[in-house]
């Protein structure tokens, strides 16, 4: 068990730095009551120090050999592991997330980690290419040309509101962007700032233990209005990665896009994740399926980013019957604590004026404390869906909108119009398998995951996973979030022509040191 103790203070290159701005306190949701310590902000002056470290760091980091690497990305995990149960007591303080949440949040981190340790040893995430020169070619020779793919250089990560382990310091884009060789910038997102800081002291033991330049992370606390957007226009700064808001998420872009060289912005932003209830879908367990919904919609107090916000539903008798089961399990529901007091704000500012365009389908009741709303589920036309856009707006939180539809021409039309997606539902049976097919086409085109008879809430860390979508779903519907594939937003290709062998990266040589599986000549060779 590793003794952790909070200071309030940014950690720059492994240094702790006082800020020199504003203080800000974590505040517990559960009780308005003001946590300590104080946590200072640092001012852009400050963070540049933290990225010119990240530059010093980037060439001996991004050359590690495979073991080494991996073993660092283990040690991250059992640093984190380690912190025992202060980590899980600091997050329900400042997150009002119940303990078996904050567990299986730890351990999705730790799990993430240590798949990227596997995904680093195997080396595929290298991409190596070999076509090897054929000199007696006609009517040319062929030279070697040898391709790898490389760390970017640093990278800047914003901490989740929502996920204070899996999508914060060490999760998500932290893990991805130093199993790829980049070291990190992370800014850490003020509604948990002592949960943050310990898991920042897991990476520095981490890299304290296996010899690494500190600059390969610093853990910082700043205003997103200056420092936020100082560190994503710093030339030191190669790529970023951020989970929050559409406003948030695009004022990052801009920023980005503005720099004397534009950079990528992996940003995760809005969703509605579309459910498609199908004909066929209400011929069964009706009390089931509108059970499934409400604890979809409702757990975690909504405030997930694949959580449905959107249900189609079949106009008909069997369609009201299911709305009939959703309301009596909805009324059984009960709030819980969302994330801060001014998530709960939003909630029920977006909540207020849905209940002006829209029908209240059902309320559960309020939770304990101050900010734990009734969940609410509304309901609308399809007609009215399509024509007032204040309907088609996301509500972070236990809020959701069925929406019902008369025929299958009408329900396909109706998802070619919808926006971007992280995700896309469908409920169905047997005998829905030809509008089903009417679908998948349309939904490809909208989504980054497509699921059946499902519920989108719960996104499994492997190597098949997207979480991503088109826009607004994110800003680069090509690269996904969580899974090992998230290794390849951080990396870009390089070949090298003629190279002697003696001069290439250990990779690319003959003799293959690192044992990867390379494709040469067209053909995939493993090595043993």
Known sequence: MTTAIL????????????????????????????????????DVEQLRAATAAAAEAFTSFSRLAPEAHAAFLESIADEIDAIGDTLIARAMQETGLPQARLLGERARTTGQLRLFADVVRAGEHRGVRIDPAQPDRTPLPRVDIRQRKIALGPVAVFGASNFPLAFSTAGGDTASALAAGCPVVFKAHSSHPGTSELVASAIARAIDAHGLHPGVFSHIFGPGRSVGQAL?????????????????????????????????????????NPVFILPGALYGDIEALAAGYVQSATGSSGQLCTQPGVVFVPRGPEGEAFLRAVSESLRAATGQTMLSPSIAHAWRDGVATRDENAEVLARGTDGEGPHAPAPVIHAAELSSFEENPVLNEEIFGAASLVVRYGDAAELVEAASRLEGQLTATLQLSADDHELAAALLP???????????????????VGHAMVHGGPFPATSDSRTTSVGSLAIERFLRPVAYQNIPDGLLPEVLRDANPWHVSRLVDGRREVSA
């Open 232 to 272: 994503v226009a710093d030339p030191d700064i190669h790529a970023v990665g951020f989970t929050g808001s559409r406003e948030g998420g695009l004022a990052l872009v801009r920023t980005a896009q503005a720099r004397p060289v534009p950079i990528p912005v992996y940003a995760e932003m809005s969703s509605v």
């Open 7 to 42: 200071t309030g203070h940014s950690s720059i290159a492994g240094r702790s730095v006082p800020g020199t701005g504003t203080a800000l306190y974590a505040i517990a949701p559960a009780t308005d009551e003001q946590l300590e310590p104080p946590y200072s902000q640092i």
């Open 442 to 460: 349309v939904l490809e085109r909208k989504v980054g995951r497509i699921l059946a008879n499902g519920w989108p809430t719960g996104v499994e």
